[in-house]
């Protein structure tokens, strides 16, 4: 079986990314999982969700970190 993929197509979420062949966002699993849910938790509520899919949307999230340029910004203080 191929690895589940994420994808993004303007027609889906707004081109949100997905978990390929779903309406499952990449945002939605990592809010899921960042509110304490367990991977177990999240499959249960979305059984259609292929096997390895929310290891490929932490895949992804990671990989948009690793590209993102970070401008150090310096606040005054009130």
Same mark, same amino acid.
Do not use: C, W
């Given at each position: 079986?191929?690895? #589940? &993929? %994420? $994808?993004?197509?303007?027609? *889906?979420? +707004?081109?949100?990314?997905?978990? /390929?062949?779903? &309406? *499952?966002?990449? $945002? =939605? %699993?990592?809010?899921? =999982?960042? /509110?304490?849910?367990?991977?177990? !938790?999240? &499959? !249960?509520?979305? #059984? ?6 929310? $290891?490929? /949307? ?7 970190? &690793? +590209? $993102?340029? %970070? %401008? #150090?910004?310096?606040? !005054? #203080? /009130?």
């Amino acid at each position: 079986m191929d690895k #589940p &993929r %994420i $994808e993004s197509h303007p027609g *889906i979420l +707004n081109g949100k990314p997905v978990v /390929a062949g779903t &309406r *499952i966002s990449v $945002e =939605l %699993i990592l809010d899921r =999982l960042a /509110a304490g849910e367990t991977p177990a !938790q999240i &499959r !249960q509520a979305f #059984p259609h969700l292929p096997d390895g899919s929310i $290891e490929a /949307a932490l895949a992804y999230a990671a990989a948009m970190m &690793r +590209n $993102e340029s %970070i %401008i #150090p910004v310096h606040l !005054q #203080p /009130a």
